[in-house]
Every structure is written in structure tokens, then in C-alpha cells.
């Protein structure tokens, strides 16, 4: 079986529904999830809206793909990543799909690669509307993507230092869906294993991502909600490796 890493990714790029700033941050992200084997960004690059786009072209080897607008108020771009998906679908040249857009047309198309066997993978802005972020199998919004990291030492305790408004609040709602996540995977005395507590919440929550939350990865965010889990660190043996528990605290 291939490693997660080895998969070959499509990365398919709307420029004119993604902001240019960060978009080291977003392919050093992709590059956490697999190769990106193909990189296309599709705009009207006759308009001088998407030209804060074009030093990232050549510093990142993307492919910029022209799509003028036919008719004023019309979005062209969507019809052109679509009509290309398909064609890189068929090719059978990759493993998933990397869908950078916070426009909400591009709901159908996740559908349809899913359908079809493909890992999809949806970037976008927290603006972005719900059906095209469910439609994913992971989306990962851009406000959370290249920020610092914080020393493992303190990963325990200290959330990240992002912006406030870029945080969202720990509700009951979510804390909800950690309980029941651990309790659908729970053994007979109570204990899940971590990781696929992590991977099941994905599945429930295709945005869930514990930077949303301030925390750099899910152990400190659950450790921080010390009066809801407890937590069990078991050491592998003949290695250094720890295996996260998580049961709910009675």
C-alpha cells in the first residue's frame, strides 16, 4: 500500500475566489498530503485582479491557465477547472485532487470526484459555504495555514499564537462531537486510540482541524480539556514512540 505522502495530487487553483498572499503556505500544505504532480491556476489574467498572482506562477512552477470572461457577472474560471478535472480523472494520473476555491460551484465537482475514487482535498477562505466543504473529504481553510509554530514543550499547554478572530471557540456542540467520536470507537473499559478519534472526526467534520482551534496538533487540544478526557500515553516497545488513549472522564 502507498504512503499518504506518495500520493500523486492534482492541485487545481481558482484565482479568482483565493487570495495570493500565502500560497507558499498552502502548497507546503499540500505537500503534507501528497506529490503535487499537477499544479494549474485558472483566471482571466488580462484583468489586473489576479495580478498579484503572477511572481507566485514561476517562483512555484504553476501553470497558469487563461479563461477569459465571456459575459460581464459570469465566473468563466469555474467551467474551465471543471471541464479540466475531468480530463485529468480519466487520464488516471492521480490519486485525489487538491480543489483551491471558497466558491461554493465547485460542490458538484468534489461530489463526482469522490464518486469516481478520488481523494479530495478542498482549500479555501472561512467565508467558503458549507455543501462544497462537506462535499470534501478534508478542507483546510487558508487563515489557518503557515501559522508559527510553537516548541514541543510547551505544545502541552500553550494554544498557537494566531489572532483572535482567526480562533474558533471550543463550544458544546464540538465538544459533543469529541465524546461521541471517542465513544464510537471506545474498547470495552473506555479507551480510543487518538489518531483514529482524529481521522473518525474528519470524517464527521471534513474542516475539522485542531489550528482551528489554536492548537497545533489534536493531543494538546484534548489535553487542554482536561475536565472533559483523560488521556493515557503507552510507550511502544524497542522504540520512542507514544500511542495517544483518550477516554471520557466520568
Given at each position: ?195 483514529e478519534v482524529g481521522a473518525l472526526i474528519i470524517k464527521k467534520k471534513p474542516d475539522f ?42
Amino acid at each position: 500500500m502507498r504512503e499518504k505522502n506518495d500520493l500523486n495530487l492534482a492541485v487545481l487553483i481558482d484565482a479568482d475566489n483565493i487570495p495570493y498572499s500565502n500560497i507558499k503556505g498552502m502548497l507546503d500544505e499540500i505537500a503534507k498530503l501528497g506529490v503535487p504532480t499537477i499544479k494549474r491556476i485558472y483566471g482571466d489574467w488580462t484583468k489586473p485582479t489576479v495580478s498579484g498572482w503572477k511572481p507566485a506562477l514561476l517562483e512555484h512552477a504553476i501553470t497558469p491557465v487563461q479563461q477569459y470572461s465571456y459575459t460581464s457577472g459570469k465566473n468563466a474560471t469555474d467551467s474551465a477547472m471543471i471541464i479540466d478535472a475531468m480530463d485529468i480523472l480519466h487520464s488516471q494520473k492521480v490519486d485525489g485532487f487538491c480543489l483551491v476555491s471558497s466558491d461554493s460551484d465547485f460542490t458538484r465537482l468534489a461530489i463526482r470526484l469522490r464518486e469516481s475514487g478520488m481523494l479530495v482535498i478542498g482549500i479555501g477562505e472561512k467565508k467558503t459555504p458549507n455543501p462544497f466543504i462537506v462535499a470534501c473529504d478534508k478542507f483546510i481553510y487558508i487563515e489557518i495555514i503557515g501559522t508559527p509554530e510553537i516548541s514541543m514543550s510547551a505544545a502541552v499547554t500553550m494554544p498557537l499564537p494566531v489572532e483572535t478572530s482567526k480562533i474558533d471557540s471550543i463550544d458544546k456542540k464540538f465538544i459533543r462531537l469529541l465524546k461521541s467520536s471517542v465513544e464510537d470507537l471506545a474498547e470495552d473499559n473506555g479507551w480510543a486510540f487518538l489518531a483514529e478519534v482524529g481521522a473518525l472526526i474528519i470524517k464527521k467534520k471534513p474542516d475539522f482541524d485542531p489550528r482551528n482551534y489554536g492548537f497545533p496538533k489534536l493531543t494538546p487540544l484534548i489535553k487542554s480539556l482536561h475536565e472533559h478526557f483523560d488521556i493515557d500515553e503507552r510507550e511502544v516497545e524497542n522504540t520512542h514512540i507514544k500511542h495517544i488513549y483518550v477516554k471520557i472522564k466520568k
